[in-house]
């Protein structure tokens, strides 16, 4: 039995990734569980680990690319409403980790308040936007900014607050992968000049709208940038926008998307990042470490 006796959220047999991430690619998971509250969680947490079963966390499914054969494991995702809901008190918010970050956004401009601005436009959830420390880049402005703590769950089912400073947030980066991210707790400033809030959010907006390309699915900015310097320019360079692979096929807006046309496999996605690493370490001798994540 994949979840305990007294589980109460559901389950879902040979669920297909390619309704779960916004590539729209991959073959099934095994199981798709989806835990009704933290207990929830926990029981079953301590229950895979007891019949010796992996599993993996999904958040928003934004940042990833799954194989084609699907996953064996189990999959977990946080939906329901004790995971999904947030709590303004004053200048502070928590944060459930499945709550999408957009919604976030835009209550946080509801209640008055700033300091969010540079996620506008940014897919995802809020506990994937932590494990990756979401935001513009090495330039900076990334959700850690405004981070004061994050309570997390460990793969045996006990749960933890951990403060601020005691996670080692970089670029795309937590070390929080090896956890699950249950909430946020976020600490905001009440705004003097609302409008000016309200435009920050759209020129952000605007910015991400103009720049990247969300024309067909993908997973937004496949690599990282190398420090200095800017994947897609790298990419650009090589001459790489249009080049295609079956269903697959770099932006010619922007060469560090890569765009499913109809019908895209992850062979074809892994055959054009196989071409640009290749490229990109002839050209320059930088070699581009994948921002996406590979699930097999």
Known sequence: MICPKDFKGSVRENEPFAGLT??????????????????????LAVHLKREGACYRILGGGTNLLVDDGGVKTAVLRLSSPLFT???FRAETAELGAGL??????????KQGLCGFEHLAGIPGSVGGAVV?????????????????GVRVMDYCGRSSELPRR?????????????LIVLSVKVKLAAAADMAAVRKRVKDYAVYRTQTQDFTR???????????GDSAGRMLDACGLKGRRCGGAVFSRRHANFILN???????DVLSLMDTAVSSVKERFGTILEPEVKLWR
Request: charged fraction near 25%.
């Open 22 to 43: 916004s590539w729209r690619i991959g073959g099934p998971a095994c199981f798709l569980i989806e835990p009704e509250s933290e207990r929830d969680l926990a029981a």
């Open 261 to 267: 046309m109809g019908g895209a496999s992850c062979a």
């Open 132 to 148: 990756m420390n979401a935001g513009k880049g090495r330039e900076g402005g990334s959700i850690s900014d405004i981070i004061d």
């Open 166 to 178: 005691s996670i080692k947030f970089s670029y795309r980066a937590s070390g929080l992968d090896d």
């Open 85 to 87: 809901g947030m709590t």
């Open 100 to 109: 999408p970050l957009k919604k976030f956004v835009a209550a946080a401009m």
């Open 217 to 227: 699915p993908s997973a937004g900015c496949v690599f990282k940038n190398p420090d």
